[in-house]
């Protein structure tokens, strides 16, 4: 990392032996042994370079003696084991997400995730400073996983539905916190609420997008957005049973159902002519 020279500055590398000796690499201006013979550290930027990776800036504030010294390094080592890092971010991510499955929101702590991730609760609130926080975190990595992207122009309606019964069953954990939250969030002061109404609009449009679309169907915008929350409610439905279950095969269950559907809204819209 290069950076700019600046009066009264060191720089050091952070654990490594130059900065025990005070002539490693990285150091410019006074060497901390020198400082250490003054008394004082003086360092208005330190590089910090660990051994797990983590490279930063830290501001240090003036200390006294060698033990202080010691002191500073160790509270920078500190620092660094709680850097926000995408792969820590997303291990706590998982884990809470099956704690959210089995036990809904108001049975989860972040005390018990941060049992259960071996970290201390400040290493979790560190990357989520609140339960909601860390919940709306869960909810997003789900439901990205579930929700299918795809070309409803080519596969239709029918194929569509049944590609993302196919992503549930792929990823069980994640369909059993959807509807596990979902069912708690039905209340209005839950902290969920808000979010599960984007997400149901956020299906249903979909599924009436897939509907008007499909090459099989010619459905005007009201029938499409009926057809769209018939499939999405019944597709919900068989998930909930298959994952109490566990006994028939949601994805043809789910395929035949959105055909028996699709059937039905050709027939309403024939006879409307």
Request: glycine letters at 8%; hydrophobic letters at 40%.
């Amino acid at each position: 990392m290069t950076q700019s020279r600046r009066p009264g500055t060191d720089f050091v590398r952070v654990g490594s032996p130059a900065c025990d000796r005070g002539d490693g690499e990285g150091r410019l201006g006074k060497s901390t042994k020198a400082l250490r013979r003054r008394g004082r550290y003086v360092a208005h930027h330190v590089t910090i370079a660990f051994g797990n990776g983590y490279a930063g800036r830290w501001s240090a504030r003036p200390v006294e003696g060698a033990s202080a010294l010691r002191r500073e390094r160790t509270s920078m080592h500190r620092r660094g084991a709680y850097a926000k890092t995408p792969l820590r971010q997303l291990r706590i991510v998982l884990i809470a997400k099956e704690m959210f499955a089995a036990h809904g929101y108001w049975g989860t702590s972040l005390t018990a995730v941060a049992r259960a991730a071996d970290l201390s609760s400040t290493g979790v609130t560190h990357h989520f400073p609140s339960k909601d926080m860390l919940m709306m975190a869960v909810l997003d990595h789900a439901s990205s996983s579930l929700l299918p992207a795809v070309d409803a122009g080519s596969t239709g309606l029918r194929a569509s539905m049944s590609e993302l019964a196919r992503r549930a069953c792929a990823d069980p954990s994640s369909a059993r916190l959807v509807l596990m939250l979902e069912a708690e969030a039905c209340s209005a002061d839950h902290p969920a609420h808000r979010w599960f109404q984007h997400w149901r609009r956020t299906l249903r449009s979909s599924a009436r997008q897939w509907a008007l679309a499909d090459p099989t169907l010619r459905l005007n915008q009201t029938e499409a957005e009926v057809l769209g929350l018939q499939v999405v409610a019944t597709c919900e439905g068989l998930l909930l049973h298959w994952l109490a279950d566990g006994d028939f095969d949601v994805v043809q269950a789910v395929d035949a159902a959105v055909a028996t559907l699709a059937a039905g809204a050709r027939v309403c819209d024939t006879s409307s002519v």
